[in-house]
């Protein structure tokens, strides 16, 4: 915000219309992307040649379902956690550009805004998605003691003893 604040005393580049910034960012951004399939195309079977990779991204779904149960209870709880959090996230972020909190009961325009702001959140904690099943699957255990009473262990215990 400083560099925003202060950088337009000494250039008016971003702040200025400018037909060749707005090309290249409507053209640009969709060629670098029909780069990236075309370049994949051409190298198919060469293996993996990802542009953009974050974090391990060899978690999934499948591994907290291993869990069973308490897995999908976890899961569940990290996900009520992320939308417990987006709301208030959200509303602050109305609050602090628009200088009142929002009414989203009475008000169509805040409770769009709110809706906005959370959308956008949700676009970002994409690029978490390992994070969320990494926690999910650390808080399986706890959640199979503690709010499970053990029952999934004592299931899969049960069918080991039989096999």
Do not use: C
């Not at 149960?69 to 959200?90: D, K, M, N």
């Amino acid at each position: 915000s400083y560099l925003v604040k202060y950088g337009s005393l000494g250039i008016d580049l971003p702040f200025e219309p400018n037909p060749a910034i707005a090309l290249a960012t409507v053209i640009g951004i969709p060629g670098v992307t029909a780069f990236r399939y075309w370049k994949d195309s051409q190298t198919e079977g060469e293996g993996n040649t990802e542009l953009f990779s974050f974090g391990d991204t060899s978690l999934s779904m499948a591994d907290v379902k291993k869990y069973g149960v308490s897995g999908t209870v976890a899961y569940v709880l990290t996900e009520l956690a992320f939308w417990i959090v987006a709301f208030p996230v959200a509303a602050f972020a109305l609050y602090q550009s628009t200088g009142h909190w929002p009414d989203v009961i009475n008000e169509t325009g805040d409770r769009a805004a709110v809706l906005a702001f959370v959308f956008a959140g949700a676009n970002v904690a994409r690029a978490f998605v390992p994070l969320r099943l990494g926690a999910a699957l650390a808080l399986a255990p706890w959640v199979d003691e503690n709010l499970l009473g053990g029952s999934s262990s004592d299931e899969n215990n049960g069918e080991k003893a039989e096999a």
